[in-house]
């Protein structure tokens, strides 16, 4: 359901990186297994999530406030 929620957005709440990005963007990357398992399907079914997680995990500003 996520992944079709971000079929047409590109953050979780409104137009702009929110708390929501940060938060779910980090427990998602603590599950590594899950980051793998996302990654490796190449599945519709995740595809948006995917972008998603990539696309903040290139925002310079993003990064230096999660790591």
């Known amino acids: 359901k996520l992944s079709e929620y971000l079929?047409?957005?590109?953050f979780l709440v409104g137009?702009?990186?929110?708390?929501?990005?940060?938060?779910?963007?980090k427990s998602i990357k603590l599950d590594v297994g899950f980051v793998k398992?996302?990654?490796?399907k190449n599945?519709?079914?995740v595809c948006h999530?995917?972008?998603w997680f990539n696309y903040l995990s290139s925002l310079p500003e993003?990064?230096?406030v999660v790591e």
């Open 62 to 64: 993003f990064v230096f």
């Open 7 to 10: 079929i047409f957005r590109t």
């Open 37 to 40: 398992a996302i990654f490796k």
């Open 49 to 51: 999530v995917c972008r």
């Open 43 to 45: 599945d519709d079914k």
């Open 15 to 25: 137009y702009e990186l929110t708390l929501a990005d940060i938060v779910f963007w």
